[in-house]
């Protein structure tokens, strides 16, 4: 069976000023895959992570989704095309209740949603927030209580659930598992394989080295700005992929088709 790729940036360069983030970087991901984005602190993770997500305008380079090039003038664009990021200080308002926080945004589709709901329009919006959550593996207590009064990896969990609910195509995961213990941890690695088994595209930044191999397809190394290995997770060992991301070994630049 041959995989739809979703999601491919072409040879996108940035900058800062005098300061090369980005050096001809190609990634591509698949309908139904996980690509695992990982390298040492100032590698460009986060850059290329803001390029997809639409935040930054590439210097060179150029973005396709579904084949079709697109160039993002901000985050509200990619959001709207169908690619959800979720940063790692993610941001759920946390005074309104978990059901709030998974509608909030989508007003914007239905003007006034929250002003205007009565009790059993709010009764429906908590189930179907309940149902969402449950279906990426999500048991929240009740959707009807403050996020605030939820524990860190309760708002992680609820946060990647909201992102994976409403991503159509492609969702980005900076950091997802930081600051989590490790039943939380493995919670958020199953919202990961939800997503997947939705057939969206998922990129997965972290340093946490047994958890990209845990879950991801694919890993994509970047080292001082340029991808240095893309390749099957099933070719990599622990050691390999740290000799990899330190370049404290041969690590040949590949590409996988
Ligand atoms: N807004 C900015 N202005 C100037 N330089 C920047 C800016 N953002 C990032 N850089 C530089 O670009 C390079 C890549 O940084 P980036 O944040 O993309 O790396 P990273 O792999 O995400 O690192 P980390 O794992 O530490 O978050 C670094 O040298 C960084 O100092």
Known sequence: MTKTVIYEAHDVSKSYGSVKALTGASLRVHAGEVVGLVGDNGAGKSTL???LS???QPTSGRLELDGVEHVWGSPRDALEAGIETLYQDSSLAPHLTVSQNLFLGREVMSPGILGKLGFLARRR???EAHDDL???GIAVPASSRP??????GQRQAVAIGRAVSWARKVIILDEPT????????????NVIRA???KGLGVIFISHTLPHVLEVTDRIVVLRLGRIVRDAPTSEFTPDSLIAAITGSADAEPTTDA
């Open 134 to 136: 449950e279906r990426v």
């Open 147 to 152: 996020v605030s009064a939820l524990s860190g």
């Open 49 to 51: 992570v803001k390029v």
């Open 54 to 56: 639409g935040a930054h």
């Open 195 to 197: 997503a997947k088994a």
């Open 178 to 189: 930081n600051h989590l213990g490790a039943r939380q941890a493995g919670e958020v690695l």
């Open 125 to 127: 919006m908590e189930k």
